[in-house]
């Protein structure tokens, strides 16, 4: 239990600290229908679900059929494309459907629209959904090729590396592309979030219990930019996870503060839960327990809004 809460604190890290201002947006639903496609299958004593989900089932087949006969005449219409993965996501979020449908339209709308990283991105976390962890990997590494400063990218590919019991091969990339940014960002402003990337390292750092590197790449973030409350709510995180609940108090007060609106609660709530290793009191009510935390290989689980 404890090991579960402890990750559970270090993912919400990713979630709150770079995903909150990335910003990147398309089929906002795809993570969540990913995360409802693994859960099993729950029952209400009240109603049929197979009952009330039946006429959406319908309505999304009769989408489904309708963008495959447009394709079968325009085989590149991007509007026809996005339309049947949305519908194809939504027969996944009823159950009704298979990730690995969605996979053929984002491989077109990938190669359509090579700019357009979210869609290789998406093409990526399906892949690695299916049990295809090669496929997801090459998918990453593409975009990168091209645009090494893209972190939903370094995200997925990190967090894949990390999966596959390769910590150092994740902190490698995150350290290269760091290492690279100025001369990237010379030729191409603002083209790496420096930020950001060190962010991603110190989650990494943290997922190997790294601490005192996770936290000397915090605070090296934290200076360079003294608004910024991700590194702090990063901080304060992994010194909770150790214990040092005194220390990171003042640090989460200080992150609430400089957060936006929109993450405070979320702060506050991280903030307020037991500590690793404490026992936590039985809930008094329904919402007493601490939020749970999406896969990090997953960049949706997180708010979803732009800043």
């Keep these: 239990m404890t090991e579960k809460r402890n990750r559970w604190m ?9 995903v909150a201002f990335v910003g990147f947006s398309v089929f906002p639903i795809f993570s969540s229908v990913l995360e409802v496609s693994k859960a099993p299958p729950t029952t209400s004593p009240s109603a049929s679900p197979s009952a009330s989900a039946q006429p959406k089932k319908e309505q999304l087949e009769s989408q489904v059929k309708g963008y495959e006969s447009v394709l079968q005449r325009e085989s590149e219409n991007e509007t026809a494309l996005k339309g049947l993965i949305e519908a194809r996501l939504g027969l996944i979020s009823i159950g009704a459907g298979d990730v690995k449908d969605v996979i053929p339209p984002l491989e077109k709308l990938a190669k359509l629209k090579p700019a357009e990283t979210d869609y290789s991105v998406l093409l990526a976390q399906a892949k690695q959904q299916t049990g295809d962890r090669e496929g997801a990997a090459q998918a990453y590494r593409t975009i990168l090729e091209t645009k090494p400063g893209t972190l939903n990218a370094l995200d997925g590919l990190t967090t894949l590396l990390i999966q596959e019991k390769r910590p150092e091969a994740a902190i490698d990339l995150l350290q290269d592309t760091l290492k690279k940014a100025p001369q990237a960002n010379q030729i ?12 991603l390292l110190g989650r990494a750092y943290a997922e190997q219990k790294r601490y005192d590197e996770a936290i000397a790449i ?15 709510l990063a901080k304060a995180i992994v010194l909770k996870t150790q214990g040092k609940s005194d220390e990171a108090k003042p640090l989460f007060t200080s992150a609430a503060t400089l957060a936006p609106a929109r993450f405070k609660d979320q702060i506050n709530q991280i903030a307020n839960a037991p500590a690793p290793g404490a026992v936590a009191p039985a809930p008094t009510a329904p919402n007493s327990a601490p939020p749970t935390a999406a896969p990090s290989a997953a960049p949706a689980p997180a708010p979803s809004a732009s800043p």
Excluded at 218 to 232: G, Q, S, T
């Design 10 to 18: 270090i993912n919400l890290v990713l979630i709150l600290s770079v």
């Design 218 to 232: 915090y605070d090296e973030a934290a200076k360079a930019k003294k608004d910024d409350f991700r590194p702090v």
């Design 188 to 199: 191409q402003p603002n083209s790496v979030d420096v930020q950001s990337v060190q962010l």
